[in-house]
């Protein structure tokens, strides 16, 4: 099935309620190793800090891997979708400038997951920035850069 079908199916149903937390993923485009180069991971972390800002949601805890990221959120306001439309088309815009490329960063769709209010928040926010780690990038925890989380 071509991804443009996955992608609107991953829609359908898709609701978001205030106050509720959700874990977020978004994938580069063809799975393109963009953030090996820490320094085009810190503009997503800045989009993620702009959302913050603007109150439309707290990041509880976040990764930015080589080739996607997970993001740990409570929103407060607007949608899911519009929330993730800016981080990624405000991400792609300054990646794009900083690296000379062009065109698309991101895969169409993100995945979410809404947590239910009995889930251990501090074990998911671990497992969440443990993920370099896993991935064999870091040896010790603390060596990856590209993460944050209230709680550690």
């Given at each position: 099935?071509?991804?443009?079908s996955?992608s609107?199916?991953?829609?359908?149903?898709?609701w978001?309620?205030?106050?509720?937390?959700?874990?977020l993923?978004?994938?580069?485009l063809?799975r393109e190793?963009?953030?090996?180069?820490?320094?085009?991971?810190?503009?997503?972390?800045?989009?993620?800090?702009?959302?913050e800002?603007?109150?439309i949601?707290?990041?509880?805890?976040f990764?930015?891997?080589?080739d996607?990221?997970?993001?740990l959120?409570?929103?407060?306001?607007?949608?899911?979708?519009?929330?993730?439309?800016?981080?990624?088309s405000?991400?792609v815009?300054?990646v794009?400038?900083?690296?000379?490329?062009?065109?698309?960063?991101w895969?169409?769709?993100?995945?979410?997951?809404?947590?239910?209010?009995?889930?251990?928040?501090?074990?998911?926010?671990?497992y969440v920035?443990?993920?370099?780690?896993?991935?064999?990038?870091v040896?010790?925890?603390?060596d990856y850069?590209?993460?944050?989380?209230i709680?550690?």
């Amino acid at each position: 099935m071509p991804a443009r079908s996955a992608s609107h199916r991953l829609r359908i149903g898709r609701w978001a309620e205030p106050n509720r937390i959700y874990l977020l993923t978004a994938n580069t485009l063809e799975r393109e190793p963009v953030f090996r180069d820490y320094g085009l991971g810190r503009i997503v972390i800045h989009q993620f800090r702009a959302i913050e800002k603007c109150g439309i949601a707290d990041s509880l805890a976040f990764v930015v891997m080589p080739d996607h990221f997970h993001w740990l959120i409570q929103l407060h306001r607007g949608s899911l979708g519009q929330l993730m439309c800016q981080v990624k088309s405000l991400s792609v815009r300054g990646v794009n400038e900083k690296s000379g490329r062009t065109g698309s960063l991101w895969q169409q769709g993100y995945h979410d997951r809404a947590l239910r209010r009995e889930e251990n928040l501090v074990k998911l926010a671990r497992y969440v920035v443990a993920n370099p780690l896993r991935a064999g990038l870091v040896k010790r925890f603390g060596d990856y850069p590209l993460w944050d989380a209230i709680w550690v």
